[in-house]
């Protein structure tokens, strides 16, 4: 079904809570779906307490489908969570889904990234190759299974940090794929496009469009007046 035929993005058929309280995510989906009429909302925005989840997952799939779980459950609205880090090569694909926590538990990104460069001293150049990986869940109150979609970017570790964009590993991680500038040193409109967030969002959207579709025709024809 063609998303003319549904409503435009100004008016929201369905309202999709996602999983963080981190206003930047939420303001990605809204830039990269901003033509789809879903209105994004923070966990924040219909709960009173904080959401905790424990991400115990051995995968980003994992975490991100125990997150989207929970947050439907908690809110009864259709949830979609993420969960992504960087892997390594050198360090047999670590710190992985530990990414946020490479340092220690309860690190900042300071101290990851220079962790990840101490693991990371003698290690070549040549051998630096790295990878951010992206997992989304999005789940419904009226579906068991979880949709998902997946998103990845690669490049390289740098020696020191580049650029002042971005967050997390961002200053270090080289993009193949843009001359080599490290993830900090792009505009948003070019992360947004070549992020692994970026394309894990792009790869929901056929599915998000089902979602719609599906509950435009639960609705039925408007009655006429």
């Not at 299974?145 to 990845?152: C, E, R, W």
């Not at 997390?168 to 992360?191: I, N, T, W």
């Not at 609705?219 to 006429?224: M, N, S, Y």
Request: aromatic share 6%; net charge negative.
């Amino acid at each position: 079904m063609s998303m003319s035929k549904l409503a435009p993005s100004s008016y929201p058929l369905i309202s999709v809570v996602v999983a963080t309280n981190n206003a930047g995510k939420v303001s990605e989906f809204r830039e990269l779906l901003a033509d789809l009429p879903i209105e994004w909302l923070r966990t924040s925005d219909v709960m009173d307490a904080p959401l905790h989840v424990i991400e115990n997952g051995d995968t980003f799939e994992q975490n991100a489908i125990l997150k989207a779980r929970a947050a439907c459950a908690a809110t009864g609205y259709a949830a979609v969570a993420d969960d992504s880090g960087l892997e390594v090569d050198a360090l047999s694909g670590r710190p992985g889904v530990r990414s946020a926590r490479y340092a220690h538990e309860h690190a900042n990104d300071n101290e990851n990234n220079l962790a990840l460069l101490a693991a990371l001293a003698e290690v070549k150049d040549a051998d630096r190759a790295a990878r951010f990986r992206c997992a989304l869940a999005l789940v419904t109150p009226f579906e068991h299974d979880p949709l998902l979609a997946f998103g990845s970017c690669e490049g390289r570790i740098s020696r020191q940090p580049r650029g002042r964009g971005g967050f997390g590993y961002d200053p270090l991680f080289l993009v193949k794929s843009c001359d080599e500038r490290s993830m900090a040193q792009l505009e948003a409109f070019e992360k947004n496009r070549i992020s692994h967030r970026g394309q894990a969002v792009n790869n929901l959207r056929p599915r998000l469009i089902e979602l719609i579709a599906s509950m435009v025709r639960q609705l039925g024809p408007p009655i006429a007046g």
